[in-house]
């Protein structure tokens, strides 16, 4: 079992950078799949990003791309997201997320269901 915990949140203006960062309990890091998912007021809890248990593979949400970069670092425990250029319409609590026995498709990676580890959430707010 693996525990998260997510920091690095805050308020932004637009175009503005955060990194946000997820770290992880246990010795067993690198053997699982890391997702980060955000959920806006009154919206359903989306994917972001992923990455894979060596970090060769991220997938990301279309709206993210060319502006979020996810990492990790297994020798430290934690996976990063870094969010540039940041709109308005980012604005949500992110969650990072993992999983042990996730292989497969992009799609798989991209479900919420297929992750049986959540963090609590850190909130992001970008101000127009």
């Known amino acids: 079992q693996v525990q998260l915990v997510e920091s690095g949140g805050g308020l932004v203006q637009a175009e503005g950078s955060l990194r946000l960062s997820c770290a992880a309990s246990g010795r067993t890091f690198m053997r699982y799949v890391v997702g980060w998912f955000r959920q806006a007021p009154g919206k359903e809890r989306e994917f972001v990003a992923a990455?894979?248990?060596?970090?060769?593979?991220?997938y990301y949400l279309d709206s993210v791309k060319g502006r979020f970069t996810i990492s990790r670092d297994n020798a430290k425990n934690t996976v990063y997201l870094q969010m540039n250029s940041l709109k308005p319409e980012d604005t949500a609590v992110y969650y990072c997320a993992a999983d042990l026995r996730l292989f497969g498709s992009a799609k798989r990676y991209q479900d919420i269901h297929e992750y049986h580890y959540w963090g609590q959430g850190t909130q992001v707010t970008v101000s127009s």
């Open positions: 990455i894979t248990r060596s970090g060769a593979t991220t």
